[in-house]
């Protein structure tokens, strides 16, 4: 849809106030020293220390924040105005050096001009993008030749459930767009003022394809019967930064995560 672009950014400058002060982002918490990352992503991205970064989907940049905390050289990416707006405040107000650009990922090609060590992307990122090849290019566009391909990301087994996770809803693959009007959000503190939201499924087959399909070697990739984050309606915590749908235990893949490098 032609205007996807202005009615997600739109639905995210929305959730941005409310995020700010959620449990669920414990912003005070991380401002103090701890890290919004999760052990998933932390092992993948390894010693990120001097390495040049590209933080794609960044929201308000704590994860981006995370890494310059890190040592990294990163650039976070987000379609949300407010989000950058945010994230620059908190940069500044942590004397980090972190970069932040106001952009869709699928129009990122010229408004950065280099390459990183890095492309990482993660948690609910890819469902707002309905052209996987394109984004896949941006991706190999930045990275140098080697250069590394993080992604995290929900299950698309998730996103067939309707909201209750108690039936099919959607289907696997790609179809027409998901338009939805609520007020809803993910955090514990939900309610906003009603927002139209443009979303899309992605089969794991979609994005394999993309990244060989624009030069990118899958190195990893694993699937996981847990979730980093209690954002879904019904969870129950099996552990610190792990919880599953209880209704349906351990049997649902919840995340996936890959790394792919880009060929020299």
């Known amino acids: 849809?032609?205007?996807?672009?202005?009615?997600?950014?739109?639905?995210?400058?929305?959730?941005?106030?409310?995020?700010?002060?959620?449990?669920?982002?414990?912003?005070?918490?991380?401002?103090?020293?701890?890290?919004?990352?999760?052990?998933?992503?932390?092992?993948?991205?390894?010693?990120?220390s001097g390495k040049s970064i590209l933080h794609l989907q960044c929201h308000f940049g704590q994860d981006t924040l995370s890494l310059a905390r890190m040592g990294a050289d990163v650039v976070g990416i987000d379609l949300s105005d407010a989000s950058i707006a945010a994230a620059r405040k908190l940069n500044d107000e942590l004397g980090l050096n972190a970069q932040f650009v106001e952009s869709d990922v699928l129009e990122l090609i010229g408004k950065i001009d280099r390459q990183f060590d890095v492309v990482f992307t993660s948690y609910g990122t890819i469902g707002w993008l309905p052209d996987l090849d394109?984004?896949?290019?941006?991706?190999?566009?930045?990275?140098?030749?080697?250069g590394k391909l993080v992604f995290v990301e929900f299950h698309p087994v998730v996103w067939m459930f309707d909201s209750a996770f108690e039936k099919i809803e959607y289907r696997y693959f790609k179809d027409e767009p998901i338009i939805e009007t609520n007020?809803?959000?993910?955090?514990?503190?939900?309610?906003?003022?009603?927002?139209?939201?443009?979303?899309?499924?992605?089969?794991?087959?979609?994005?394999?394809?993309?990244?060989?399909?624009?030069?990118?070697?899958?190195?990893?990739?694993?699937?996981?019967d847990y979730s980093p984050y209690n954002c879904f309606d019904g969870m129950k915590?099996?552990?610190?930064?792990?919880?599953?749908?209880?209704?349906?235990?351990?049997?649902?893949?919840?995340v996936y995560s890959l790394t792919a490098t880009k060929r020299y």
């Open 183 to 224: 007020s809803d959000t993910y955090t514990e503190n939900p309610e906003l003022s009603e927002k139209t939201e443009i979303s899309w499924n992605h089969g794991l087959s979609e994005v394999f394809h993309a990244l060989e399909n624009n030069g990118l070697i899958l190195k990893s990739f694993d699937e996981f």
């Open 134 to 146: 394109q984004w896949a290019k941006v991706i190999a566009h930045h990275l140098k030749p080697g």
């Open 237 to 254: 915590q099996l552990a610190d930064r792990k919880f599953i749908i209880e209704k349906h235990g351990n049997k649902l893949p919840l």
């Open 1 to 48: 849809m032609k205007d996807y672009r202005s009615t997600n950014r739109d639905a995210w400058n929305k959730r941005v106030a409310t995020h700010l002060k959620s449990e669920f982002y414990d912003l005070e918490g991380w401002k103090a020293g701890k890290t919004s990352l999760n052990d998933i992503e932390l092992g993948l991205l390894g010693d990120v």
